[in-house]
């Protein structure tokens, strides 16, 4: 069965203070791995999808990477803008279904 | 507009009304979806309509009834909810069913069931 576990569940960071993100998945063949990030009370924003191991992505102070078994996501030097909660999302090559894990939520301090 | 809207964006109702949500993609998009998003519980798929046509009833109640029109809006028809129902409801929408297409999501309606 599909799986997405992401961790941690929370993250509190300082402003400046770089970390990553992880994001285990157990898919029977990865069709895509996607991230997005989620404000309170708003619905989730696309920030990167993946598709082969070794592969990665940046835009702005994230950076994506993904390997057979998981997926990080790096945060540089954060923001207080950056707080959100980040989700993490995988699709098989079998079905339509795309799975998403709980989510970390980040908060950036000043 | 651009990208999904969802109207209501907030909605109380009793355990006897009835009401429907609304969901309109802009992006020109084939498929669209149903999630429902619980506190601290990942996202869950409800329904998946490709050209208008239900592909995926993920075992949901009967109490909800989902209508695609056609491949620009999708509802949600509610009726006898149960509190347990409360949650914030996601409408998503992507250029084909399945693949590597990635979704694009609207805000979403903030559901009380009282």
């Known amino acids: 069965e599909d799986q997405v576990t992401q961790s941690p569940e929370a993250l509190r960071l300082q402003e400046g203070e770089s970390s990553s993100l992880n994001c285990s998945y157990t898919?029977?063949?990865?069709?895509?791995l996607f991230w997005y990030r989620q404000d309170p009370g708003k619905g989730p924003e696309f920030l990167f999808t993946?598709?082969?191991a070794g592969e990665e992505k940046e835009k702005e102070r994230l950076k994506a990477t993904l390997t057979k078994k998981e997926s990080f996501l790096h945060i540089t030097a954060p923001k207080p803008e950056d707080s959100a909660t980040y989700l993490c999302?995988?699709?098989?090559?079998?079905?339509?279904?795309?799975?998403f894990g709980a989510g970390t939520r980040l908060f950036v301090k000043a | 507009e651009t990208g999904v809207t969802q109207t209501p964006r907030h909605l109380v109702m009793g355990m006897t009304n009835k009401k429907s949500l609304k969901c309109e993609q802009h992006?020109?998009?084939?498929?669209m979806y149903w999630y429902k998003q619980s506190a601290k519980k990942p996202l869950e798929l409800m329904f998946v309509y490709s050209l208008e046509e239900r592909v995926e009833n993920n075992s949901v109640p009967s109490r909800f009834s989902p209508e695609c029109p056609n491949s620009s809006h999708l509802f949600l028809h509610l009726h006898t909810l149960q509190p347990e129902d409360s949650a914030l409801y996601l409408c998503a929408s992507s250029p084909q069913e399945g693949g590597t297409d990635t979704q694009y999501f609207g805000p979403g309606t903030r559901l009380t069931v009282l």
């Open positions: 898919v029977s063949g990865l069709r895509g």
């Open positions: 992006l020109g998009h084939n498929a």
């Open positions: 999302a995988v699709r098989d090559t079998g079905g339509f279904k795309t799975i």
């Open positions: 993946l598709y082969s």
